[in-house]
T-cell receptor
Framework: GQNIDQPTEMTATEGAIVQINCTYQTSGFNGLFWYQQHAGEAPTFLSYNVLDGLEEKGRFSSFLSRSKGYSYLLLKELQMKDSASYLCAAMDSNYQLIWGAGTKLIIKP | GAVVSQHPSWVICKSGTSVKIECRSLDFQATTMFWYRQFPKQSLMLMATSNEGSKATYEQGVEKDKFLINHASLTLSTLTVTSAHPEDSSFYIC?????????????????FGPGTRLTVT
């Protein structure tokens, strides 16, 4: 079956760095997405990886290892506004997104 | 670019009534639109996929007679929750997809609407 695993909740301190991991098993693979979702709002796109390696975009970076079925989202210089849920989603062979349950990130001052 | 709107943003209805939610792509043509449901502290659950001019494809366990989807144009899809019950109370989110290359080079990227919170009393 198809499955996405990510931690349920993480806590970090303002100004610090946090890494949110995601492992996936899908029927075929056409890329890995990370979305940010604040409570009561729709998801917003953060990153897309289809090739192995690290993609850096400002304070956020995303890494992919296709052979390991593994990705992580790295958030640097954490700000209070980064408190949100972070959703990992893998695109399968039918170009459908398979969603993880999301990781709730709590930022403490 | 890539703006998707939903209307209404929230709605309260009585049990047994029907509610229609609209999803519009404002600045691009959406060949495919998706409807998701999200319960508190849970992830997005895909309900159905609709392509303009054809019948929607529903995910397993989603009642197509209860959740009516119409994708009448390349910019509008509607979800009608018929005979709503309290257990249908949820956050409904639509997304729209432009095509293979997306609008910014990300293949099959989905653009999300702001969501509609439905409360059935």
């Amino acid at each position: 079956g198809q499955n996405i695993d990510q931690p349920t909740e993480m806590t970090a301190t303002e100004g610090a760095i946090v890494q949110i991991n995601c492992t996936y098993q899908t029927s075929g693979f056409n890329g890995l997405f990370w979305y940010q979702q604040h409570a009561g709002e729709a998801p917003t796109f953060l990153s897309y990886n289809v090739l192995d390696g690290l993609e850096e975009k400002g304070r956020f970076s995303s890494f992919l290892s296709r052979s390991k079925g593994y990705s992580y989202l790295l958030l640097k210089e954490l700000q209070m506004k980064d408190s949100a849920s972070y959703l990992c989603a893998a695109m399968d062979s039918n170009y459908q997104l398979i969603w993880g349950a999301g990781t709730k990130l709590i930022i403490k001052p | 670019g890539a703006v998707v709107s939903q209307h209404p943003s929230w709605v309260i209805c009585k049990s047994g009534t029907s509610v229609k939610i609209e999803c519009r792509s404002l600045d691009f043509q959406a060949t495919t639109m998706f409807w998701y449901r999200q319960f508190p502290k849970q992830s997005l659950m895909l309900m159905a996929t609709s392509n303009e001019g054809s019948k929607a494809t529903y995910e397993q366990g989603v009642e197509k007679d209860k959740f009516l989807i119409n994708h009448a144009s390349l910019t509008l899809s509607t979800l009608t929750v018929t005979s709503a019950h309290p257990e249908d109370s949820s956050f409904y989110i639509c997304s729209a997809r432009a095509g293979v290359e997306g609008l910014a080079g990300v293949p099959y990227e989905q653009y999300f609407g702001p969501g509609t919170r439905l409360t059935v009393t």
